[in-house]
Nanobody, 115 residues
C-alpha cells in the first residue's frame, strides 16, 4: 500500500498563494501519475491537476494559468503551487496516486480563501 501525507493547506486572502505538498511512502515502486483533486461542501470531487511520471501536467479548466503542479520523483512528492486564489477555490484538497491498477488517496487538507 501507499501512504500519502498532505500538508500546506490553510487560510489565505483572495489573491494570495499557497503551496500544497503530498509525500508518498510505503509501496512506492511503480507509481505513475500523481495529482490533486478537490471537493467543496455540497459539490462533487473534481480534478485540479495531474502529472505523469514523465512530468506532463494536466489541469482542470478552473485553475489553468493560476495553479502549477510539479513532482520530485527522488522524494516521491507532488506539489501544487496555487496563485491568485479565489474564494471559489475553497475546498478540501486531496492527493491521489496511481500505482498500476491501484489508487491511493490522501486524507485531505483544507484550503480556505476568504478575507
Amino acid at each position: 500500500q501507499v501512504q500519502l501525507v498532505e500538508s500546506g493547506g490553510g487560510l489565505v486572502q483572495p489573491g494570495g498563494s499557497l503551496r500544497l505538498s503530498c509525500a508518498a511512502s510505503g509501496s512506492i515502486f511503480s507509481i505513475t501519475a500523481m495529482g490533486w483533486y478537490r471537493q467543496a461542501p455540497g459539490k462533487e470531487r473534481e480534478l485540479v491537476a495531474t502529472i505523469t511520471g514523465g512530468g506532463s501536467p494536466n489541469y482542470g479548466d478552473s485553475v489553468k494559468g493560476r495553479f502549477t503542479i510539479s513532482r520530485d520523483n527522488a522524494k516521491n512528492t507532488v506539489y501544487l503551487q496555487m496563485n491568485s486564489l479565489k474564494p471559489e477555490d475553497t475546498a478540501v484538497y486531496y492527493c491521489k496516486v496511481l500505482r498500476g491498477p491501484f489508487v491511493s488517496w490522501g486524507q485531505g487538507t483544507q484550503v480556505t480563501v476568504s478575507s
